[in-house]
């Protein structure tokens, strides 16, 4: 209801709008003919897979991007976009509280035509579409956001879950847990080869009883197989949770989720590397 009075309207949409997940399989079904993505690596989605499919089944893509790479690559239209230091911008800490910054790149400092921001991209697209959304420049943006004001009403209770069964690992099997290193494969990475040369080497990790277990040892090549394929990174030994296997999960090939289909939390089988591709042996228990 504050909302709707602030932007002089009976009421808003009562349905609840998709998340990444729900465009994707909505995109991939067929029900949306369109999409805009900004700023996304088809790595970094919990399913790169479907989202490829959901890529190729959409009518029309737009991309907003800094470089080029997948997504770029399968768009209809790409329209470029100022990176962070060429733009004034709002970053939201964790507490929720807006941190404004501005431009470290003046316009006039440039050697280029600035490239627009993604909220100028977004208006023009809607202008083009006959929607004014009225939000030209990042002031008026600002001004909208402190009429809406802050909520002072009731808040959501906190979300009930049920806790799921725990996986339980046999011998040759692990769970998968991972993150991206700061430096890795990166799109806004690509082309610095000096910032390249201080990256981390990609390393599998695991505990030495499960090294022992699996037939491996300390700098052995360690496969981990998923459901769509296997990795297979150097093994450094590590203080950590027996049948647990840690990896880089962006820092090697075309990244852990699209090369294993797995991502951390899973089940995966583990053990000896026998060949570039080829699936680890079974281990018995």
């Known amino acids: 209801e504050q909302v709707a009075a602030a932007w002089g309207v009976a009421e808003l949409p009562p349905r609840f709008g998709r998340d990444t997940g729900g465009i994707v ?12 993505v900004a700023g996304v690596e088809i790595a970094d989605l919990p399913d790169p897979a479907r989202a490829r499919a959901a890529l190729a089944e959409a009518g029309f893509v737009v991309s907003l991007e800094l470089r080029p790479g997948e997504v770029t690559a399968l768009a209809d239209v790409v329209l470029p976009v100022a990176p962070v230091a060429e733009k004034d911008g709002t970053f939201l800490n964790w507490e929720g509280r807006a941190r404004p910054f501005q431009a470290a790149i003046k316009p006039d400092q440039m050697t280029r035509r600035p490239a627009p921001t993604d909220a100028r991209v977004l208006q023009m697209l809607a202008d083009a579409m006959d929607v004014h959304l009225g939000l030209p420049d990042l002031r008026t943006l600002r001004a909208e956001l402190d ?9 959501a209770a906190d979300p009930e879950e049920t806790a799921s069964a725990l996986p339980r690992p046999a011998a040759g099997e692990a769970v998968l847990a991972g993150h991206r290193l700061l430096l890795d494969q990166g799109l806004l990475q690509q082309g610095d080869e000096a910032l390249a040369g201080t990256r981390h080497a990609a390393l599998a990790r695991v505990s030495a009883a499960t090294a022992a277990e699996a037939g491996v040892k300390e700098g052995d090549l360690l496969a981990v197989t998923g459901t769509a394929g296997t990795v297979a990174l150097p093994l450094a030994v590590t203080e950590m949770p027996d049948r647990v296997v840690w990896l880089p999960l ?6 852990v989720a699209s090369d294993t289909g797995a991502l951390p939390g899973s089940l995966v089988r583990i053990g000896p590397a026998t060949g570039a591709g080829e699936a680890p042996q079974e281990v018995e228990a």
Do not use: H, I, Y
């Open 25 to 36: 399989e909505a995109a991939a079904g067929g029900q949306l003919q369109a999409l805009v």
């Open 250 to 255: 962006n820092s090697a090939g075309g990244g």
């Open 147 to 155: 009429r809406l004001g802050t909520w002072d009403g009731p808040r």
